[in-house]
């Protein structure tokens, strides 16, 4: 019942989306015509809908309805209700179900409250998200349908992929998919924008707001992700360069840079065919990344539902909207003037830089994860790892960090070097004496050039606070600052994990004491644990830090039994200056237990910037939205009184 | 980027991002529509097997050593565990190898010889010699990363095939072809 309700819920919002798409071409013609004036609350509708159709997947799993295919393929009742309830979409279909949700969401959002641009465009703008979201709609419908029946009902469901079943799950792919969809409402402002030749500063406020807030998600995503993996896979690693991970990398990288333009363009209206570009290019990056994870056609430990006909569908999806985006593109944008101009020594050069050096190192994953497939058509098998991806990367984030000190410290259009030269002293100094004192020991470059370069960043991205009063600061600057300073910490866990991290393999009788950098481990016991869909044997250990007072770990071998599958469940301890990581290995013939244990200093660090970039991404977007609304409300006070005068 | 020109014709290097993606989506069609080929081929191929010498793993069973194993016949080199389900799934796939004239030889990994007997005696035993490698040592030099696999070794002790996980009823055909071929 429930899941007829979500079939039809979703059928309708397609043809809704069908004519929200007419409705905004025949806008482009005769803007009177009554379906154009439709096209908003069609936009509103269509997103109510599928909300109905996503609530109903979401009820169906809660209640483990076996009638349903992909409950009974992904669901069990014995799971826990979290995971029951977030399985709905730990699995293909529904998360492309979350994806259309979230983008007929954000479309009727538009439509609700966009009022600044011209109405041709906010048209147009609807009309291309209608467009991209049909393609989704479609490939629900016809190639991956998340209400199939199944009859006879089957007893018991197959279980959820064990790794998922974890609390990072309830949260990490929503995140993401909110990231990599909000990027669709950029692409279709950009679309939009094109095709009614409404490229201005207005148009970049309006679009503004939509990548700040995608481009938050899309870092949250990223850094839980990395998160996630780091204490779930028990490798102590916590970025592989895997594809699935580059997936979601590339994106931000393109967001990133579409974020730093966009900014130039609303200020300077400068970076105009630019920003139009990169705003086409993160969406199709989104879309690359979902393709790189569903085709299967590169072999990743997320590997999960791979399907070639799905790879095909979304291809096709990938050719026609990017190909029809980058056709207007090229039709259009010899209009686009480039706009204003601007001296090499000023904010938009630095700007410009940033976007440069953003690209190079998207050009560089992008290249890295292809790699793999260009070197088959020529009959070599190779895999690339860290060895190339983190010289290639650095080559472009390291001068891109260094001019991250200089960039807002200067002027719009016009500056010198020699005006800001005096403020930069002190964070040259930090970095130098660093790089001096860190090159003492036995590390390798680019960590040593990471630890130099983060003690400078450290104290640079914090300068543009120095002689502000800090009461009237604007928010969008607050949040600059945090998001930078949030950079140059994550540098600093990243460089210090890789420059100072020990790692002990032992294999170690209960009874026994490992010694491991400043840390004291003690091996107690070994236990059976039950679990609600698992067993476990947790090994209990006390590690005192420096002979401190001994803190309890437990890190554990877990049998799932539905699906049967084990997994390691690290256990972390946490201090101020780093994390201890145990994790509990297979027992040897001689009754010995196998512990890896790290101690990563300052690895915390990593996360805890990766959280502030997202938190200074989210005051600059309070701040935006805060002063949008006043416009509002300003410009609905003039309207009133112009009625009232008017009778 | 170029300073703008007020006159609106195409340019021709607006098309570039249009002809670079073409190329893009051409490269993942390939990716899609190649031969589902997803075998990890082990960067041994080709290569000699270590020196390596096991003592016997198995009562009433010769141990295994590099000389046994290029003693210029081909060869199949199973590496399994009696703890390990796979490989007595594996077993009357093994046995029909042995019975087309396959020579089989086994590495048991972390074993011990009553666990071992075990096995054998409830499975079968299609292997001439089997040799003890307690640590994996050998498992991991000759780059296998998981139990059971298997590999055809020719008569000079060189690596020609690796076959990683079970082999299942419709694979033996292949694998007596590649230990023919490895013979010749």
């Not at chain 1, 009237?472 to 990243?494: C, E, I, N, Q, R």
């Not at chain 2, 590496?79 to 796939?93: D, G, L, R």
């Amino acid at each position: 019942m429930i899941a007829t309700l979500g079939l039809a819920a979703l059928w309708l919002a397609a043809a809704l989306a069908a004519l929200q798409l007419l409705g905004g071409f025949l806008a482009l013609r005769s803007p009177e015509n009554p379906l154009a004036m439709a096209v908003r609350p069609i936009a509103v509708v269509q997103g109510g809908l599928v909300a109905v159709a996503m609530i109903c997947l979401v009820v169906v799993f809660c209640q483990t309805d076996l009638s349903v295919l992909l409950v009974a393929m992904n669901s069990h009742s014995a799971k826990p209700l979290l995971y029951k309830f977030a399985g709905a979409w730990g699995n293909h279909e529904g998360s492309m179900l979350l994806w259309v949700t979230i983008m007929a969401m954000a479309g009727g959002f538009v439509a609700l409250v966009e009022r600044r641009l011209p109405e041709p465009t906010i048209l147009a703008t609807l009309a291309a998200q209608a467009f991209v979201s049909l393609g989704f709609y479609a490939f629900l419908l016809f190639a991956s349908n998340p209400f199939t029946r199944l009859d006879p009902v089957p007893v018991e469901g197959q279980g959820l992929n064990p790794l998922l079943q974890d609390p990072g799950l309830a949260f990490h792919p929503p995140t993401l998919y909110i990231g990599y969809v909000g990027l669709s409402i950029a692409f279709s402002f950009a679309v939009g924008a094109l095709l009614t030749r409404a490229v201005s500063p207005t148009f970049a406020r309006a679009m503004r707001p939509w990548v700040l807030g995608a481009w938050i998600f899309l870092t949250l995503g990223i850094t839980f992700g990395s998160y996630w993996a780091y204490y779930e896979l028990g490798w102590g690693g916590w970025w592989f360069w895997d594809p699935v991970e580059n997936a979601s990398l590339m994106p931000w990288l393109a967001a990133t840079a579409l974020l730093h333009s966009v900014s130039v363009l609303a200020a300077r209206n400068a970076l105009r065919a630019w920003t139009v570009m990169l705003g086409v290019v993160a969406f199709s990056m989104s879309m690359v990344g979902t393709f790189l994870v569903r085709s299967g056609i590169l072999i990743s430990v997320h590997a999960f539902a791979v399907d070639p006909t799905r790879g095909q569908f979304i291809l096709a999806l990938l050719a026609i909207n990017i190909g029809a985006a980058l056709t207007i593109f090229a039709l259009r944008a010899a209009t686009v003037t480039e706009g204003e101009r601007f001296a090499l020594t000023s904010r938009e050069g630095a700007l410009v830089f940033n976007n440069v050096m953003l690209t190079g190192a998207l050009g560089i994953v992008l290249i890295g994860t292809l790699y793999p497939l260009v070197a088959e058509t020529m009959g070599a098998q190779v895999s690339v790892g860290p060895p190339y991806f983190n010289p290639a990367t650095a080559i472009f984030v390291l001068p891109m960090l260094v001019v991250l000190a200089i960039g807002p410290l200067l002027r719009w259009r016009r500056d010198s070097m020699g005006r800001i030269g005096k403020l930069l002293l002190a964070p040259l100094a930090l970095g130098v004496v660093a790089l001096g004192l860190f090159a003492l020991q036995p590390i390798h470059l680019l960590p040593l050039l990471g630890l130099g370069l983060a003690a400078a960043l450290v104290v640079a991205t914090l300068i543009p606070l120095w002689g502000r009063n800090l009461r009237t600061l604007k928010l969008p600057t607050w949040g600059m600052v945090m998001a930078h300073f949030g950079v140059a910490l994550a540098l600093a866990g990243m460089a210090s994990d890789s420059a100072f991290t020990s790692e002990k393999l032992v294999a170690a009788n209960v009874g026994d004491k490992v010694e491991l950098g400043p840390w004291s481990i003690t091996f107690d016991r070994v236990e059976p644990v039950p679990g609600p869909n698992w067993t476990a044997l947790e090994a209990t250990l006390h590690a005192s830090y420096a002979g401190g007072e001994p803190i309890e770990l437990k890190p554990q071998a877990r049998a799932f039994w539905s699906p049967p599958q084990p997994t390691t469940e690290s256990a972390l301890a946490t201090r101020w200056n780093g994390q201890l990581y145990t994790v509990l290995g297979e027992q040897a013939e001689d009754g010995r237990w196998q512990l890896r244990l790290w101690w990563k200093p300052f690895v915390t660090l990593i996360w805890l910037g990766g959280m502030l970039v997202a938190l200074g991404g989210f005051l600059a977007l309070l701040g935006r939205v805060a002063s949008d609304l006043r416009r509002l409300v300003a410009i609905d006070k003039i309207a009133y009184r112009r009625t009232r005068q008017g009778r | 980027m170029t300073a703008a020109t007020p006159q609106a014709t195409a340019r021709w290097h607006l098309w570039l991002p249009l002809v670079l993606f073409g190329a893009f989506v051409v490269l993942l069609l390939y990716g899609l529509l190649r031969p589902a080929d997803r075998d990890i081929k082990s960067a041994m191929i080709g290569k000699p097997l270590p020196q390596f010498a096991l003592r016997p793993a198995a009562e009433g069973l010769p141990g295994l050593s590099f000389a046994d194993m290029a003693d210029g016949k081909p060869k199949l080199l199973n590496i399994f565990a009696s703890w390990c389900v796979p490989c007595a799934a594996e077993a009357p796939q093994l046995a029909q190898l042995r019975a087309s004239g396959v020579e089989v030889v086994g590495v048991a990994i972390r074993d011990k010889p009553d666990d071992l007997k075990r096995f054998l005696t409830r499975n079968g035993n299609p292997y001439s010699r089997i040799g003890a490698d307690d640590a994996s040592a050998i498992q991991f030099e000759i780059g296998s990363s998981g139990v059971p696999e298997s590999f055809v070794i020719d008569g000079k002790g060189i690596i020609r095939y690796q076959h990683i996980g079970d082999i299942r009823a419709d694979q033996v055909a292949t694998i007596v072809t590649k230990v023919r071929e490895a013979g010749q």
